[in-house]
């Protein structure tokens, strides 16, 4: 089992940043991929961003690219989603997730059910 537990949301003007951090334990080991995903109200949680645990490598979703930056620091078993220029439709719960099955080291999981465990959500907000 691994536990996320993410933290940094809050209220931002629009324009501005915040970082999340997504902090793991329990059997971290195990983990291929960490991912962020978002959901907003009345809408399907979709992804935003995922990072390979042993490479470093990063994928976005078009919405996050050129804004968002993803990392992770494996000593501290943390993971960060660094979010510039935010628009007030970046509002949403966003959500930290890991994936203990083996990928290649070639592919970056981004649908929901390709992860396996799941933190509680930190809501950001973004006003106009």
């Known amino acids: 089992q691994v536990q996320l537990v993410e933290s940094g949301g809050g209220l931002v003007q629009a324009g501005g940043s915040l970082r999340l951090s997504c902090a793991a334990s329990?059997?971290?080991?195990?983990?291929?991929?960490m991912g962020w995903f978002r959901q907003a109200p009345g809408k399907e949680r979709e992804f935003v961003a995922a990072v390979k645990r042993s490479s470093g490598s990063t994928s976005y979703s078009d919405s996050a690219k050129g804004r968002f930056i993803i990392s992770r620091d494996n000593a501290k078993n943390t993971v960060y989603l660094l979010m510039n220029s935010l628009k007030p439709e970046d509002t949403a719960v966003y959500y930290c997730?890991?994936?203990?099955?083996?990928?290649?080291?070639?592919?970056?999981?981004?649908?929901?059910?390709?992860?396996?465990?799941w933190g509680q959500g930190t809501q950001v907000t973004v006003s106009s």
């Open positions: 329990g059997r971290t080991g195990s983990t291929y991929d």
């Open positions: 997730a890991s994936r203990s099955r083996y990928t290649s080291n070639l592919y970056l999981p981004s649908r929901r059910s390709e992860y396996d465990y």
